[in-house]
């Protein structure tokens, strides 16, 4: 027996097996075989015209899988191809598998003999009845299509009879996963196929699936997540595919406007909108006179909102195509089609209904929308109409201002809009209309006009005329009499503008007036709120000192108020850099005053302090170049406070103030090198720790002191800690709350810096063993336990904590003394600790450790932290847990069951597939029964999330293996 005959042979046995028995030991042996692709086609004849269904389907499947394992050359794919058509015919269980191949084999070469593919779509279209078959059937019938279009269009275009065959295959299609494939392949259609001689048929087999009403149910298969708005997205992209179909689709769509359905009315709009943009200039002057035809009578008569808009957008798709660049057709003229889409809207307010304005105006701004020239259009016709309507409506004008001001600021939004606009607006008649409607009580028409004088004086800055096209002596006097009765926010918007634009003319008008105002301390609000936003820029600079000397004189907080505000605006950040020193002196040194006497002959302390925390905070915030002499004066002016009575206990409102100031002066200043000595604060600051019980007053104060340990200068540094160190470690008189608290901040503040471990720890663990002192430090363990063993880079004096610290942390978790947030922090600081340790001291540290986090377990007390240090300890040193499993598989699987976080239940299942995988066998093993005991009580969750991990962690204990 010849090399080649054996082979046979052997091929021929493994094809009988897998035919028999699918499996993929006889697979793999049959693609390693070295025959030929055709000589295994001719091995399987036999089975593939076997008459068992399974035998045939076998068959196919064996040959698909060997094909796709190997490298075929253009004559084997196109054998291959050929074989498979001529199985087409096959039903039920075996034309599944013949698609699957013939879709791999038309993917995998893009050079098929034309022949070939013209052979494959006609057995395809003479055999398969799609709609016969099974849901996933008919998905891979649309699959092996589109992978057609994909790979072979050119090919698939020259084949007449495609279009007519592809028709009939997705012919009563109503699954939506495979719509959802149908609609993308008909785009592909549509854009590329001649569909003249056909096309009503093909726009029939699309809109008859219009419109498209899906909600996915509730009990939908994994995977198939199909939603009602892709539909409708995917047979949009059909309808404005081709311009072809624009006679019939827009009839069609117009005429489902009319239907009773909201949805059905609200989709029309989208499905109009999308299909003019995409035809573009192919739209006939009849269908855009029909659209607007059929919009208009809900724009002026319908009532929902929603719709409205939507009917909004496709009015700008009209304009948008009439205004397009390359518009041949005379009779898409955007002038005269506007001329009668204006006619229109006069007409309806010839009737003398405001109610029509509203529509009139949301036309208009649907125009404007639409491209530039439509803007400019809409400026040129309507806005001196508008203008002259809105004199005539003395009883009621603000719906017509509201118009005109919305047109405005639609225009002004892009500039493309504003540059057409701009030769057109009639600045005079307009700015005379608005400046009517002033002064008045109705707050709604002082804000229209105040932003309509917003939006014209934007447009005055925008031209490039020489002489101004507004009265803007005019403007700011009118702005001023409105606003100096009844501030408003449009009308300080406005105010913002003409300072930064024209400081001059502003300072002359007004602004001289109104610090008159202020120092009489006349309509001192309203004063107020224009005089912040008008001092911008240069005029801050120039006005600062004399709204700051009313402080001086007053005691007026108003003036820090109005000098903060100021400095949120652009232009003051760096006008505010050549004005800050005599600021500062002048507001420092009165401040100074205040503070030390606790009197205010303004009246109450408590503004003047918010006003100035405010101030410094803006001040800072703007300038990121501060010099050191800010710094200076504010550490000079709060050394002295703190020296003296600032800290008064009586004043406990006043306390919490100060210190929040001074915590946020210096974080502000800090940021930079410095050469102050800023610990003569710290004298006065643990003072207050000493007196206060206010828990608002100890956190600031100890975020105080903390912050200049941290980020003082190098010198003060040392000199600092040692000042709080000396506080806490010789009978401090401060309340325990104060000490764990200040106890907190030095820790973070020595361990960043790698100072004072050798007596900032033995001072943790002095208060972490105190009897009254113990509960408050081991609820915030691992906030120092963390910082602590970061810091502490020496090995020795690690090993050497933690043996301090294990005889007092045992005691410390099995007190009935302690809350279970305290227990967690304890576990968790516990954790910190071991994460930082080496492998070399692990092994022995540990061991010690394992046992009190492994009895500390339970449901009220663990949380997900402390489950991961269990995991931790269970990867890091299994040899401590395989001591400990009769005390931690009880714990854990109580905490799955028992714990009321869905988290901690989850967390706790992961540590039991922890135990599983990192403990020996041997040792495992003999809990097996316990654990699957308990997890399968835990399938019984009310949450999928946890009955999914305990299955998870079910499948691992009982496929336990040694």
């Given amino acids: 027996m010849t090399p080649e005959e054996e082979t046979q042979i052997r091929l021929e046995v493994a094809c009988l097996q897998y035919v028999q028995e699918p499996n993929e030991d006889a697979l793999a042996f049959i693609v390693k075989q070295p025959v030929k692709t055709l000589q295994l086609v001719e091995t399987l004849q036999e089975h593939a015209i076997a008459r068992e269904d399974d035998t045939r389907g076998n068959a196919f499947m064996l040959l698909s899988k060997a094909a796709a394992a190997r490298e075929l050359n253009e004559n084997e794919v196109s054998c291959l191809i050929k074989f498979f058509s001529s199985r087409l015919s096959e039903k039920y269980n075996v034309l599944p598998v013949v698609l699957e191949a013939l879709t791999h084999l038309v993917g995998c070469k893009e050079d098929i003999p034309m022949a070939t593919v013209a052979m494959l779509l006609s057995e395809l279209f003479a055999e398969v009845d799609t709609q016969s078959f099974s849901r996933a059937t008919r998905y891979s019938v649309y699959q092996l299509v589109q992978t057609l279009l994909q ?336 501030p408003n926010p449009s009308g300080l918007d406005l105010l913002t503008v003409l300072s930064r634009t024209h400081p001059e003319l502003v300072n002359k008008l007004l602004l001289q007036q109104l610090l008159e105002k202020y120092e009489s301390g006349e309509s001192q609000l309203a004063t107020c709120q224009m005089l912040s936003r008008l001092l911008v820029g240069p005029l801050l600079i120039e006005h600062a000192p004399r709204v700051l000397k009313q402080f001086t004189l007053k005691g007026d907080h108003s003036a820090i108020a109005l000098i903060t505000n100021a400095l949120q605006y652009q232009e003051s950040r760096e006008a505010i850099k050549f004005c800050r020193e005599f600021i500062f002196y002048q507001l420092l040194n009165y401040f100074k005053l205040v503070t030390t006497t606790g009197k205010f002959q303004g009246g109450d302390i408590e503004p003047a302090l918010k006003a100035f925390n405010d101030f410094v905070s803006a001040l800072f915030k703007n300038n990121l170049d501060n010099s050191p002499f800010e710094l200076g004066v504010v550490v000079e002016m709060l050394s002295e406070s703190a020296a003296m009575n600032v800290f008064n206990t009586e004043a406990s409102d006043n306390q919490k103030k100060m210190m929040m100031i001074m915590a946020s002066i210096v974080e502000y200043t800090l940021h930079r090198e410095h050469s102050f000595d800023i610990s003569t604060l710290l004298p006065g600051a643990i003072n207050q720790l000493n007196e206060t019980t206010d828990t608002l007053t100890v956190d600031h104060t100890s975020k105080l002191i903390g912050i200049i340990v941290n980020r003082g200068p190098e010198g003060s540094r040392e000199k600092s800690l040692e000042v709080v160190l000396g506080a806490l470690e010789n009978e401090p008189t401060m309340n325990h709350y104060n000490q764990v608290t200040l106890l907190v901040r030095l820790v973070q503040a020595t361990t960043q810096l790698g100072l004072g471990s050798d007596r900032v720890i033995p001072l943790f663990l002095s208060t972490l063993s105190a009897p009254k002192t113990h509960a408050l430090t081991a609820a915030k363990c691992h906030v120092i336990l963390e910082p602590i063993f970061k810091g502490t880079r020496v090995l020795l004096h690690k090993q050497k904590f933690l043996r301090s610290l294990v005889p007092l942390v045992t005691p410390l978790i099995e007190s009935s003394d302690l809350t279970d947030a305290t227990r967690c922090s304890v576990v968790r600081g516990i954790g910190s600790l071991l994460s930082s340790l080496p492998e070399s001291l692990l092994s022995t540290e540990g061991s010690s450790l394992s046992p009190i986090i492994f009895s500390s377990l339970s449901p009220t007390t663990t949380d997900c932290q402390g489950l991961r240090v269990v995991q931790f300890l269970l990867k890091s040193v299994p040899s401590a847990a395989t001591m400990h499993l009769d005390t931690l598989v009880p714990q854990l699987l109580t905490v799955s069951k028992d714990s009321p976080t869905v988290e901690v239940r989850v967390e706790g299942l992961k540590t039991l597939e922890s135990v599983c995988s990192e403990v020996h066998f041997t040792h495992v093993h003999l809990h097996r029964a316990r654990v699957v005991r308990g997890i399968r009580e835990v399938l019984a969750d009310g949450k999928r999330v946890v009955r999914s991990a305990a299955s998870r962690t079910l499948d691992k204990w009982i496929m336990l293996e040694p």
């Fill in 151 to 486: 790979k072979h269009l050119i090919t698939v275009l020259e084949e007449g009879s495609f279009l007519g065959g592809y028709l009939n295959l997705i012919d009563g299609e109503q699954d939506p996963e495979n719509l959802a494939l149908v609609f993308s392949i008909t785009v592909t259609v549509l854009q590329h196929f001649n569909i003249g001689p056909m096309k009503e048929i093909v726009f029939e087999a699309v809109s008859c699936y219009y419109p498209i009403d899906y909600t996915p149910p509730t009990d939908q298969e994994e995977g198939r997540v199909v939603t009602g708005e892709e539909l409708k997205g995917k047979l949009n992209n059909c309808f404005k595919a081709s311009a072809s179909l624009s006679s019939l689709a827009i009839p069609f769509l117009v005429d489902k406007f009319g239907t009773s359905l909201l949805q059905t009315r609200l989709d029309s709009c989208v499905t109009l909108k999308a299909c003019l943009m995409s035809y573009g200039v192919l739209c006939s002057p009849e269908h855009l006179t029909l659209v607007w035809n059929t919009l208009k009578t809900e724009i002026f008569g319908g009532l929902n909102e929603n719709l409205r808009s939507r009917c909004q957008d496709v009015i700008s798709a009209i304009f948008w195509v009439l205004t397009l660049p390359n518009v041949k057709n005379k009779d898409l003229d955007p002038a005269l089609f506007f001329d009668t889409v204006f006619e229109y809207c006069k007409t309806k307010l010839s009737y003398s209904e405001d109610r029509y304005i509203g529509a009139v105006g949301a036309v208009f701004v649907a125009v404007v929308r639409s491209s530039g020239i439509a803007s400019g259009l809409v400026a040129e016709k309507v806005l001196g109409w508008l203008v002259d309507n809105l004199l005539e409506a003395q009883e009621n004008p603000l719906p017509y201002l509201e118009v005109l001001v919305t047109l405005l600021g639609q225009m002004r939004c892009e500039p493309a809009r504003a540059t057409a606009a701009l030769p057109h607006i009639p600045f005079a008649s307009v700015q005379k209309a608005l400046l009517q409607m002033l002064p008045t009580d109705n707050n709604d028409q002082v804000s229209a006009t105040m932003r309509g004088l917003h939006e014209l004086l934007e447009f005055s800055i925008d031209s490039d005329k020489e002489e101004p096209e507004l009265d803007l002596a005019e403007v700011v006097t009118a702005v001023h009499a409105q606003l100096g009765t009844k």
